[in-house]
């Protein structure tokens, strides 16, 4: 039968296993036996480029921009996908590896979705048998074409999906081809529809499971698995660790809320001590782990980390807990995550950074306590996601107020004063300073340190030679109270 596949992409499994075993521990530049870094030598950048070292120099196949899967190994049509790993920045991460970003798969094709089934899809076929090869991306920064040389490979797995994960696939391309087949149906010129395209980035992303689209129409949009859940396969290559199933199955964001207002309608007023006695959850954490750690058990679960239950890690759902004082207001702001600042002034585009992949990637489920006296009292849940408007008017100006300090030079460390003007001094003896970035009294993201204080021994970052405290990106809890009120 022609498959349409030359015959240098034809394998049996054995010879790819051979093959990428082989390849395993040594670095890109030196499994390149098709010389492609030398043949692209005075070029910044080359798109794809360990992906064609693994096609052409590790498994010998030749050139082919045909869009079918990439081999046949066994007979069956294999779609490889070469994709850069990272160490988690996270100390008390569950992954040995991280993707780096999201993993794209294959065009959205707006003139072919409209006509097709899933089972069919071009979609599908990419999917359906893949061959994942990994490599560490091994710089915390943006690299040129150079820098690949150095990326070692870690390792690889032929992969399909369960029937559970082919449903969510199958149920977010619906969404996907759906509601392009809606534009169609309702804009009757093309003139019209091209109007109407960029809507499907941002509208559907409350909705979508495993998968995003990006970029925005015009740009010719592509399917990406997120990026939590191209980490949580890829964790299968590099750990043996298993993560929790829920017994009650998690097929879209409703079976979440409806968990949670089952939840708060049977555990809301109870204090933190009664939860643990009915829960069994140990008592003596801090306010923040007892809380996740009973969130876990609300649902169904035995561990103690809301990511340690696969349910959630694939779909990039993060707990975070909202502490309230006893009058209801907001207790305290709320601590996001760590960025590479720097890395920012090397991205080119707001919608390819990685705090834009953060904020539309995720949803968050807020677990909301109050603090009364000597009780900590449950008050519920609520999850979130952040709208578009939030994310280009509010997340974006604090990107470019980043990226405008340290590439024009503005940056510097601000020392505080007190009432009356004089420079504060810590215990230690250190002045309380901190660098001039975007701040809660101007933006609702903002970016403050993560450390408890501003000693010397603690600043541990360098920025334009400035040394500081790690910085995270933070929500200010007035903004946090109107998300839970909304």
Sequence with gaps: M???????????????????????????MQVDSAELFVHHEGRDKVKGIAGDIVEVSILGCQKDSRQEPDILVDGVKTEIKTTGMVEPKKKDSQYVYECKEPVSITAVSIPVIVNEEFETSNFWHKLAHMLWVYYWYKSPVTVKLEGYKDFPIL???????????????????LLVRDFLIVIHRDYRTQKERDKQYPRLSHELRGQLMLIDTAPKFPNNPRFRLKRSYATVIADQCFSNKHFEKLGDTINKYADIDRKCLLMTQRYRGKTFAQIAFELGVNIN??????AESAVVKMFGGHVSKMNDIEDFAKIGIIAKSVPLKANGKGKEDMKLFQPDLVEWTRETEFEESAIYDYFTGHHFIFIIYRHDGKDVIFEGFKRIYFSEDFITENVKRTWDDVRDLITNKKLMIVRDRDSDGNYIVNKSGSYREAPNFPKKATHNVFVRGGAQTSEDKYKTLEINGLRMIPQCIWLDSKFVQELIKQ
């Design 155 to 173: 390792g690889f797995q032929f992969y399909e999906f369960s029937d559970g994960d082919k449903l969510l696939l199958k149920q977010d391309w």
């Design 285 to 290: 954490l801090d306010a923040k782990n007892f």
């Design 2 to 28: 022609d498959t349409g596949i030359s015959q240098s992409r034809v394998f049996t499994k054995e010879q790819v296993n051979s093959l990428l075993t082989a390849a395993v521990g040594k670095t890109l």
